[in-house]
């Protein structure tokens, strides 16, 4: 539905979304059914494990495990689906799909705002079938999360630069702070822009007083 929806939204883009998808989608099927796929290993499983015993005592106490900015939020967050439903590895893996699909688009719109969108439409196919993209978006790590929020704060931060405004800063602030909340090391890109932020203000600021 989020796919059909985001088609019909952006039709330039349609094609490019349900490729995406298929793709994502077929390799965490082959994964589940097949053969796994590369780093799927310890830490995966480990991921899936502990969402599975935060879930046991249902999703009041799932809720109570949030952990903040740890390595660990991503079992936070598929513990709250176990506890709302069942135990599914393939449900913790679509988690993956969705973010990784959505992470495509948010590519796609990316490189549309800064090069307009014949270069969108290359940099999109190059998302779809990149093959770190693919594999990270089919299997249950942070990747798909990370890459997921930080594009999310890069398309913000673009677009507040061109046209300033409330959304768009918002838009930044709320990609940066969830990438960072999923790696520590995405509050690099948190502090630029803040600090980008406050040197604009400033600058405004200062404008306005000697103008």
């Known amino acids: 539905l989020c796919v059909m929806f985001c088609a019909h939204r952006w039709p330039a883009a349609a094609k490019i979304l349900w490729v995406a998808f298929v793709v994502r989608a077929g390799a965490a099927l082959f994964h589940f059914y097949i ?63 969705f973010l990784g699909t959505g992470t495509v688009l948010l590519g796609w719109l990316l490189v549309r705002e800064l090069w307009g969108e014949r270069v969108a439409m290359k940099a999109g196919w190059v998302l779809v079938f990149f ?57 690099v890109g948190l502090l630029v822009f803040g600090g980008v932020v406050l040197w604009r203000s400033s600058k405004g600021i200062v404008s306005g007083l000697l103008s």
């Open 35 to 97: 053969a796994p796929l590369p780093d799927s290993g310890a830490d995966a499983r480990t991921f899936e494990r502990v969402a599975w015993e935060w879930a046991q005592g249902g999703f009041g106490q799932a809720l109570g495990h949030f952990t903040g900015p740890h390595t660990y939020l991503i079992s936070w967050i598929i513990a709250l689906l176990y506890a709302a439903t069942e135990r599914s590895l393939l449900l913790a893996q679509s988690v993956s799909v």
């Open 131 to 187: 093959p770190t993209l693919v594999l990270y978006s089919a299997i249950t790590m942070r990747e798909a999360y990370i890459w997921f929020f930080l594009v999310l704060g890069l398309l913000g931060a673009v677009r507040w630069v061109r046209t300033g405004g409330v959304k768009p800063l918002l838009l930044a602030g709320f990609g940066f702070t969830g990438a960072t909340f999923f790696h520590g090391a995405m509050i």
